[in-house]
């Protein structure tokens, strides 16, 4: 059984940067960790997962270029460097956790752990 842990969300002017952290305890090493977002009203969004061995990523085409994910295995750590933020990236953060064999679906129903989320606003 994993527990997922997000923190680093905050307020950021538009242009700005935010890191967050996605902490993991549990048997992570067969699961893909990826970062989902839901803005009020709108369905939830797969924007970046990472593999837990040899760190292949993917992203959506909406961060592509602005967020870069990646792990510390050993601090059972992901984190979310996101640069350039925009106002359409406020929304509330999830990480999730996915077994290995899915590979690098941005897909949420594959996903079977969550973390409980953390906002980010983006405004001036």
């Known amino acids: 059984h994993l527990q997922l842990v997000e923190s680093g969300g905050g307020l950021v002017q538009p242009g700005g940067s935010l890191r967050l952290s996605c902490a993991a305890s549990?048997?992570?090493?067969?699961?893909?960790i990826g970062w989902f977002r839901q803005a009020p009203g709108k369905e939830r969004e797969g924007i970046s997962c990472?593999?837990?061995?040899?760190?292949?990523?993917n992203y959506a085409d909406s961060v592509k270029g602005r967020f870069t994910i990646s792990r510390d295995n050993a601090k059972n750590t992901v984190y979310l460097q996101m640069n350039s933020l925009k106002p359409e990236d406020t929304a509330v953060y999830y990480c999730?956790?996915?077994?290995?064999?899915?590979?690098?679906?941005?897909?949420?129903?594959?996903?079977?752990?969550w973390g409980q989320g953390t906002q980010v606003t983006v405004s001036s």
């Open positions: 999730a956790a996915a077994p290995q064999r899915y590979g690098l679906e941005l897909r949420a129903r594959l996903y079977d752990y």
């Open positions: 549990g048997f992570t090493r067969d699961y893909n």
């Open positions: 990472i593999t837990p061995s040899d760190a292949r990523t």
